[in-house]
């Protein structure tokens, strides 16, 4: 956030957590109906633009990309059909199913949620910026290891919802995982696999589910 | 097809690869982002599709004016689905379609499209539509079909010798497929034929679906699908969608990129038909099952079809299900209604089925006095299954879990159930593979199958592998082409029996064929290199087809479910799922496991959480969204015990439907178990756990 006050570590001005909407760690938050629409009103205020299309620059791993986006294209969009990042994927653009998860801040953040203009000179990661050379990180080699991944098409969401979870807590327990994923939905069913597979990029002990592949006689 | 005489072949009973684990070998791209799925198609010069649904449940449709829409800056074709007057016969169907530059310009030219229409009378719920005074679904048909009847035995006649006759009423809701890509494709026609991208499980069905109808011809329609997410029975042939997106691309003249939304998804692609199951079950004192009535209705949306003998998208189902009963009478009727068309989902037919028979099942062992367990081995045909029950009950531990139903004391009550499955599989003879092995020793594997998430791409690799005594990685697997040799859509747990002894087939004689040109004895392994370099300049290609003996049909399993029910506030807790399946020859371990985790986890969907939701006011569907259509998440998931049951000697059988269909059944039996009482209907919510313990009304918003 460039907002000085959000580096205060627990705290969250009304205006950077208006910024923040979206992010899924203020989700449940409450607030008074009519302070936010003040608060949207005196940031509103602060420029005019749109609705063509307008300069954005995006900072994505690492790189700079230029846009010429109307204001409305959220940053979903932005990467997956104004440049050629199509790693994070469409799901439900709508906030529900964390296929388009990617780190703003090392934040997970469904991308769908935010618009592109929102998010100029922050730091935004997705799924193809995490292997560097080629290398799978550690949590995408225990994606692998563990078969965390069926048709793959939730995957790159629940990658770098791990990954985030990991960036800020390197032991994490089970109820960890579940609630550092708690956005993400997979149809295939690799739910045990991602646990396995987050306990495994963390190095903690895997309680691997129990198989047995038995000869019949 | 007639098949060429050839040696009998078998599977090696020593492997390095086959049943053991490997790795997706497409993990990589997938976990990099890097892998095109049908909905990252950018081809150069591409516009975005939309489609116009209808917003009324049934309406005559008079006029639709395009104009509007094509003065939207950006827009480059509109399209109607039908000229003409028409009728829509639910909330969804497709009037229109735009292509345009931006995805925001489709969107505002959508909304700029004028239809002019007359609403029609409609109904959504099963029990309206069954009416005399209902308003017709199809203005010349009634909504409740002929009724499709067995019997065997003598039924009426045979109640009256039983010791013990249970009567249950049970309910299956409508579920949607939610693959997590939705339905849709990018289409490009050019001059020189159609080529479309498609999210689908079966190319060969959209390549030929999409030539009859735009008159081409079908060697000038290609089907690519190098990546897809998951589509679990709906998608095969290419769906209006698809026929939309060709028709826009001709008409734009460029690549037009159509993919569903979320919310169309909920509508329009398919889905689970609901049943409605009034039951009959006698037993003698021992436990012998001998007469069984079923009366069935249930609606698969619009259609009135239901004759599909539970292997397609109907209504009906296989019944009674698994077990043998002498004196049987069967009634199947489909119940039209202005809902989108269902389709194949999963084990078709078969959770539904599952759920009513093994209910009365469990009924049956209370009223008996009779373990569940052991009135369902007495009953089953099948000895696989029965060697299942055992082994499954001791591991699971269910002689010292089992209670008499509500005895867990407590306001969290705990209990305990179980349910079989039944499934077909087996490879079709169809089949086609290519293999060529460069002078360079590299191999590349080429088959028009698609790999749907089960891991397909990983399976060549690995039969491959294992005939040229090579690695997985060393293979590469081309599939998804229409252009490869003609391989099974994916669909009835038949990919892997119909690519693994095809590919087996094939590579077999490859080597053959390598060892004579090179003049070697053994070209595998590390003499593989050499071999091939003796090849000279051109590639050795060998064509294949399906070879008999290495696959069969027909596979059960049997699971268990502990779950935890809180009287209180009704909910539903599952703490454990133990399944053995019969796996048949295991290809590749890993991905078995996933294939029945999987199937396991939309079993506790469909049990517990999932159920489409129409408003028989409006004729809408209240949830299309992932907000209040639920499906399992990470933190509803039990610990899981899984036994793959080996049985190489049959060869490759599937495994992807089997897992899903037993799952429901266990839990419903285990909440049954935990609060003795039925909730009779899915999915179990907190408030039919209420209801049925009495502390709230039952609900009456789906059954009226």
Same mark, same amino acid.
């Given at each position: ?56 620059? +995006? ?7 230029? +846009? ?80 965390? +991944? ?68 | ?24 070998? #497409? ?64 909330? =969804? ?12 310009? *489709? ?51 045979? @109640? ?25 494709? /990018?289409?490009?026609?050019?001059? &020189? ?38 589509? @679990? ?8 969608? %698809? ?20 919310? #169309? ?90 759920? %009513? ?21 007495? !009953? ?15 591991? @699971? ?9 509500? /005895? ?82 994916? %669909? ?34 590390? !003499? ?31 699971? @268990?479910?502990?779950?935890?029910? #809180? ?14 399946? &019969? *796996? ?13 985790? =999987? ?76 609060? %003795?009482?039925?909730? !009779? ?24």
């Amino acid at each position: 956030m460039n907002d000085p006050d959000s580096k205060k570590a627990g705290f969250f001005s009304r205006r950077s957590f208006l910024k923040s909407i979206g992010t899924t760690a203020v989700a449940g938050a409450a607030v008074q109906a009519q302070a936010v629409a003040d608060e949207l009103e005196k940031v509103n205020a602060e420029k005019t633009i749109g609705p063509g299309a307008v300069p954005v620059t +995006l900072t994505v791993n690492g790189k700079q990309l230029k +846009l010429q986006l109307e204001p409305r294209v959220t940053l979903l969009d932005a990467l997956r059909n104004y440049s050629s990042l199509t790693g994070s994927k469409e799901g439900c653009d709508r906030g529900t199913c964390g296929a388009c998860t990617v780190m703003i801040n090392d934040v997970p953040v469904y991308s769908c949620m935010k618009l592109a203009i929102e998010v100029q000179g922050q730091e935004i990661t997705t799924i193809e910026g995490l292997a560097q050379d080629g290398k799978l990180t550690a949590v995408q080699q225990a994606f692998m290891d563990r078969d965390a +991944l069926m048709c793959g098409y939730c995957t790159p969401g629940f990658v770098m919802s791990v990954t985030a979870l990991l960036k800020k807590n390197f032991r994490p327990t089970a109820d960890d995982v579940r609630h550092a994923c708690v956005g993400n939905i997979c149809r295939c069913g690799t739910y045990p696999r991602i646990m396995e597979a987050a306990f495994q990029a963390a190095g903690v002990p895997v309680p691997t589910s129990k198989t047995e592949v038995i000869r019949y006689a | 097809m007639p098949d060429t005489p050839a040696p009998k072949l078998s599977w090696p009973a020593e492997t390095k690869y086959i049943s053991h684990s490997t790795h997706r070998i #497409d993990a990589p791209p997938k976990l990099k982002g890097e892998a095109r799925y049908a909905s990252d198609i950018q081809a150069e010069g591409w516009l975005y599709g939309m489609i116009l649904r209808s917003k009324w449940p049934a309406a005559k449709i008079t006029a639709v004016n395009l104009e509007p829409a094509l003065k939207i800056p950006g827009i480059k074709a509109a399209i109607l689905v039908k000229e003409g007057e028409r009728v829509v016969h639910f909330y =969804g169907e497709e009037i229109a379609a735009v292509a345009g530059a931006t995805k925001s310009a *489709c969107l505002d030219a959508l909304k700029a499209i004028e239809v002019t229409a007359e609403p029609l009378g409609f109904a959504v719920r099963e029990n309206d539509a069954k009416k005399d005074d209902s308003p017709h679904v199809w203005a010349d048909a009634p909504n409740v079909g002929t009724p499709k009847s067995t019997e065997k035995g003598q039924v009426d006649q045979a @109640f009256g010798e039983c010791d013990a006759v249970v009567e249950g009423f049970f309910t299956t809701q409508v579920a949607i497929h939610h693959p997590m890509e939705t339905h849709g494709n /990018s289409a490009s026609w050019t001059d &020189d034929g159609l080529t479309c991208w498609a999210s689908t499980q079966g190319i060969t069905s959209v390549r030929d679906g999409l030539a009859g109808p735009l008159k081409l011809d079908h060697s000038k329609v290609r089907v690519i699908t190098d990546y897809m997410g998951g589509g @679990f029975g709906a998608k095969f042939g290419p769906g209006p969608h %698809g026929l939309l997106a060709a028709r826009l691309s001709r008409e734009a003249k460029a690549p037009v990129r159509l993919m569903l939304t979320r919310f #169309d998804q909920a509508l329009a692609v398919g889905n689970r038909p609901s049943s409605f199951q009034k039951i009959k079950l006698g037993a003698k004192s021992d436990g012998t099952l001998h007469a069984y009535d079923l009366d069935n209705y249930g609606t698969s949306g619009l259609g009135t079809g239901g004759t599909s003998a539970g292997g397609g998208s109907g209504i009906d189902f296989p019944a009674p299900y698994i077990y043998r009963i002498p004196n049987t009478r069967v009634k199947h009727t489909s119940v039209a209604t202005n809902a989108g068309p269902s389709s194949a989902f999963r084990a078709p037919g078969n959770p539904t089925a599952s759920f %009513g028979m093994e209910s009365i099942m469990d009924e049956l062992a209370v009223k008996l006095g009779m373990d569940p367990v052991e009135l369902r081995i007495k !009953n089953d045909p099948s000895e696989i299954r029965q060697k299942e029950y055992k082994l499954g009950a001791e591991r @699971f531990g269910w002689k010292d879990k089992y209670k008499k139903p509500g /005895s867990s004391p407590g306001v969290v009550k705990t209990g305990i159930g179980c349910a079989g499955s039944t499934w077909g599989g087996g490879g079709s003879n169809k089949t086609q593979a290519e293999v060529q092995i460069n002078p360079d020793g590299s191999v590349e594997v080429r088959m028009g199958v698609q790999d749907v998430g089960t891991g397909t791409r990983t399976v060549l690799a690995v039969i491959a592998a294992e005939v040229f005594g090579l690695t997985p990685e060393q293979i590469t697997v081309r599939v998804g082409d229409t252009h490869f040799p003609p391989g099974p859509g994916s %669909g009835g747990s038949t990919t892997c029996a119909s690519v693994s002894p095809t590919l087996f087939a094939t590579c077999t004689d490859a080597l053959a064929q390598l060892q004579t040109q090179a003049g070697v004895t053994d070209a595998k392994g590390d !003499n593989w290199t050499a071999a091939c370099k003796k090849l000279g300049v051109n590639p050795l290609v060998v064509q294949g087809k399906f070879a008999q003996g290495l696959s069969s049909r027909g596979t059960g399993g049997v699971q @268990f479910a502990e779950v935890e029910v #809180d009287t209180e506030t009704g909910l539903v807790t599952v703490k454990k799922i133990a399944g053995v399946h &019969d *796996c048949g020859l295991i290809v590749n371990k890993i991905t078995t496991e996933s294939q029945i985790y =999987g199937g396991m986890i939309m079993g506790m969907g469909y049990a517990l959480y999932e159920e489409r939701v129409m408003d028989w006011q409006s004729g809408v569907v209240l949830n299309p969204n992932f907000e209040t259509y639920k499906l399992t998440g990470l933190s509803d998931i039990p610990e899981f015990d899984l036994v793959l049951l080996n049985m190489p000697e049959r060869g490759v059988i599937g495994i992807g439907e089997p897992a899903i269909i037993p799952t429901a059944s266990a839990i419903a039996n285990a909440v049954a178990n935990a609060i %003795g009482a039925r909730v !009779n209907s899915l999915p179990i919510t907190p408030a039919k756990v209420l209801a049925a313990l009495g502390k709230v009304p039952p609900s009456t918003a789906t059954a009226s």
